[in-house]
């Protein structure tokens, strides 16, 4: 029997957002092009005799600020257990480790790719039987982009960016991540968007060779992205600052407060260093578009 599972669970990006219209349920319709990148939560699920499940936060990267991460049932990764709990009547006992790498709230859906990682954990670690596309409809009860990390490296979202289809994606490219230190609610900017229906959706045609992906960039917008600014106004030196060190789009990411440049060549340390330096409290990360979305470090 398996007894450890190792997860990587990493970031998203949102490479334009469109929103399409409110729902009956009140959720938005969107449209989105999603990807993962490598900067990763480690998770490490040792399953165990008895004793339930319990969190340990064992190291929180630079910048990381740790406040908003829920020890209790209020943490995806429980909530995510519980869910399987009920759908398989297994009573589980764990201990999962995490090192938390994504910063919280922050538009880059470290929450869902925790959750995520857990819903596969727990698929090792007690043999269900269970498709990734199932899994990822259960993740869909708990949050809309957890099925993402459940499918492909990078895909077009739709509904409430939960319906999902693979994108072939032109990789060569970086990002430099912003991550401001000011605390943006996905909800309050749901709530405040003024919706633009029938405005241009943004585009999201074929982006698998360089050209097609930077048409595809200079054709991207996040709907969402005047609302966060007007919310968080230091975001605008932010995208300003990313604009001079030549990025070839620079975004918003989902909600907020994250913004990113991407570049067509590896961003130089010095670069990244001065976007560090100033004591703004903002964590600074470069990243790139990785392949598959969970990684199972070991089986
Ligand atoms: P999204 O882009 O999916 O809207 P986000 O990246 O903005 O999400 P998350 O980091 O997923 O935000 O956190 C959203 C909320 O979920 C936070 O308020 C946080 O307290 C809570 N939360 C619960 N569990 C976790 C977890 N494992 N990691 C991060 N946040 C969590």
Redesign the pocket.
Known sequence: MRTRCEIWAPAKLNLGLSVLGRRMDGYHDILTRFVAVDLYDQLVFTRRISGGVSLHLQDVSAGVRPE???LDE????LKAVRLVERETGIRASLSVSIRKA?P?????????A?AAAALLAMTRLYDIRVSRQELGAWGSQL?A?IPFFLGESAALGRGRGDELSPIALFRQWWVILVTPPVFVS?KDVYGDLRLTLGAKAANFDDCRDREGFLAALRRSHNDLEAVVLRRAPEILLWQGRLREQGAAGVFVS??GPTVFGVYMNQPPEETVQSLRGGGTGARVVVARPVTTPLALVVQ
């Open positions: 908003g991460f829920p209020g943490n995806l990764i994504i919280i709230a922050a538009g880059l859906g470290g929450g869902s925790d949050g982009d996905a989902g909600s």
